[in-house]
Every structure is written in structure tokens, then in C-alpha cells.
């Protein structure tokens, strides 16, 4: 199989030839056959290899045996809270804040 890529005078030529072909079909627009140059590539390379694009890719998450995504347990720990509602999540102070007069006792303690 060629390498859609490598340069060599057969693949030169059907760039060319494509180019050319594109833009008689396109009314022979005023930039001329180099103006269809990279379209032309494209298409040779798809030509020379056409199933380049089809190898397959493992997926990213493991497929349950009806299709569905199998995520790891793991994430769910990372989560944080959910907020809008009070859940076990939510009735935790984040900082310990004392009672107002806790915090007036340690300013005239101090």
C-alpha cells in the first residue's frame, strides 16, 4: 500500500490532473488549477488509500454488554457537592466557625 503522503512523480501527476478537473468543472474560476491544489491532495491521498480512515479505536470507557458506558467507581468520590439541596453533604461546616459568644469569650480572653 502507497503512502498517501510520499512524494513521487505518479502522485504528483494525479494531484495535478485532479486540480485541473476541479476547476474546468468549477468555470474555470481566475485562480487557476493551483487554487485547487490542496483540495486536490485531499482527495488522491482518500483515493491511494481509502480505508485509512477507518481503523478502529478502542473506546475511552469499557462497553457494558448492552452498549452502555461502564465508569469507574473511583470518580464518583471527586464529585464535591451538589448543592441545592441539604443532603449529608451539605450540613457540614467546611470552616470551623465558633458561636458568637465562643468568639467574644476568646476576644476578651485575649
Do not use: H
Not at 14 to 26: H, L, N, P, S, T
Not at 28 to 42: I, L, S, V
Not at 59 to 83: F, H, K, S, T, Y
Amino acid at each position: 500500500m502507497d503512502n498517501p503522503l510520499e512524494d513521487s512523480p505518479k502522485r504528483d501527476a494525479q494531484i495535478k490532473a485532479k486540480a485541473r478537473e476541479m476547476w474546468i468543472a468549477d468555470g474555470k474560476p481566475t485562480c487557476g488549477p493551483e487554487g485547487y491544489m490542496e483540495a486536490a491532495t485531499d482527495l488522491v491521498g482518500m483515493t491511494i488509500n481509502p480505508d485509512a480512515g477507518e481503523i478502529p479505536v478502542e473506546p475511552e470507557v469499557p462497553i457494558g454488554p448492552e452498549g452502555e458506558p461502564i465508569e469507574d467507581a473511583r470518580i464518583q468520590e471527586n464529585l464535591g457537592n451538589l448543592g441545592g439541596s441539604m443532603d449529608e453533604q451539605d450540613d457540614r461546616q467546611e470552616v470551623p466557625f465558633g458561636t458568637r459568644e465562643e468568639e467574644a469569650k476568646a476576644l476578651r480572653d485575649s
